[in-house]
Each structure stands twice: as C-alpha cells, then as structure tokens.
C-alpha cells in the first residue's frame, strides 16, 4: 500500500513556499479483533518518511491520536520515537500534538530536549500556546500547536472562565494565544469541527456536544486537523483534515 496523497495533504499558500506533510489519526498500537495493527503502521510511516524525503518536506503536522490509547504498548511508544529520529535524522521538523486518545502528559515527555532537533510536542496544555517560527522567503510562518481541550481542562486552567461546551472551550483556548494576523499562522489541533464527516471508527459525543465552529479558526491561515478519520475541508480549503493514515473500519 502507497499513501495516497488524499490522506497526506500538501498545502501551497498564495504567501508561503514551505510545504507540510500532514498527517493525523496514527492509533500507534491500535488492535482490530485482537489482531495488531502494528506492522501495517509501520509499514505506513515508512512510506511516510519516504514521502516526506521525496518531497523535501519542509515539515511534517501530526494531528493528534498518536496512539490508539492513554498508556499505549512499549512496542507502539518505541515505533513512534523510530519515526520522530529519522525526521531529525532527515532534518525535517515535526509538530505533534495530542489527541483525545494520547494521554497529554505522556506525550509531552520529553519535549523541551527534543524540540533542539526540531522535534515540538505540544506541552499539557497550561494556557500558554506560543507560536513556533519557521521561516521561508516572505518571513515568519508561526505554527502553534494545540492539544486536546475540552470544556473541564479549560474551566481547570482558567478559574474565571465557564465554557458551556466544546465550542466555547476552544474559543478560550485561541483567545488567549498571542497571534500576529500580519504573519502567517498555521495551527495544528486535534478537535471536531460542525460539518466535517464522521466514519464508524470514530467516537461520537451524544449530541454533538463536542461541535466546534470553524469560526473559532479564522486568525489562521492554515489549520492542520486530527479527529476524523476522512480526509476533508470544513468551511474553508484551508481547515483540513488529513484522515487516517489507515483504515480503521468496514465504512
């Protein structure tokens, strides 16, 4: 199996000449009918990587559910630091963030050693969400990276703030970024946003209370999702989900 450039999408902005590989919904130790899903994902970030040197990446966008659960499998953890090394090997940088699936605080290890080769890891998420330059021919390019949030983790960091539900969290969570609109802001996040499709291997919120607006997005000029397993836009070309590397049902 060759990854189809429907699941890695390359963006092209008008103002920027950097090209990002993004990539979400890896499950890293997923097991389908207590079969191990492994050495397919291995198989798969290989390609990737190959991709990623084929296309001189200028960087790759993990969107969150590195792995399939919160104390993923010693196997699962050793495969994704194998992909992290040879991107720096490769000397492509790598933003990652967690999804609902990653335990936030294990895949933050780490990550102020790592980010000396270029590798960033979104911290537990404390409030604070600053920018990350990289630079191309016109400037800076900030790339921020969001983990997970939902209304409780919000209420926790804020004491003063009582977000009805997820729209109102990540709201929150943006307004409280420092973002430049006269630079290029790319986001990486891992959230639901109202009208994207669901498949059958997602999990679902009764009552879409997990909805986000794609509103909520507009100071950026690109927003890297995670969280759908089908690739898509919401809204605008630009607020994209990447899809599952995998398949992970029948649908």
């Keep these: 199996m ?33 079969f191990s899903m492994l050495e397919d994902q291995r198989y798969i970030l290989r390609q990737i990587l190959m991709i990623a040197g084929q296309e001189q990446a200028d960087a790759v966008l993990v969107a969150g559910d590195i792995y399939d659960k919160p104390i993923p499998p010693a196997e699962a953890v050793q495969l994704f630091d194998e992909f992290l090394t040879r991107l720096a090997e490769m000397d492509i940088p790598v933003f990652a963030v967690s999804g609902n699936h ?19 890891l979104s911290p537990v998420y404390d409030g604070n969400v600053t920018g990350i330059p990289m630079t191309d021919e016109y400037g800076e390019v ?34 409280h970024m420092e973002i430049d609109p006269q630079k290029r802001n790319v986001l990486v996040a891992h959230q639901f946003v109202t009208g994207a499709f669901r498949c059958e291997s997602e999990e679902v919120l009764v009552g879409g209370l997990d909805n986000v607006d ?17 690739p898509q836009h919401v809204g605008r070309e630009t607020v994209r989900y990447s899809g599952t590397p995998l398949k992970k049902s029948f649908y």
Excluded: C
Excluded at 113 to 118: C, I, P, V, Y
Excluded at 154 to 162: K, L, N, P, Y
């Design 2 to 34: 060759v990854i189809s450039y429907d699941y890695v999408f390359f963006w092209y902005g008008k103002e920027i000449s950097m090209k990002f590989i993004h990539v979400s919904d890896l499950h890293i130790g997923k097991r389908v009918n207590e």
């Design 102 to 120: 990653d335990s936030a605080e294990r895949v933050a290890f780490g990550a102020r050693l790592m980010s000396r080769q270029n590798v960033y």
């Design 142 to 175: 900030m790339v921020y990276l969001l983990p997970f949030v939902k209304p409780a983790l919000i209420r926790h960091v804020f004491e003063d703030e009582e977000p009805a539900d997820y729209q109102e969290a990540v709201r929150i969570a943006v307004e």
């Design 214 to 230: 794609v509103s909520v997005f507009d100071p950026f000029d690109y927003v890297a999702l995670g969280h759908i397993h089908t």
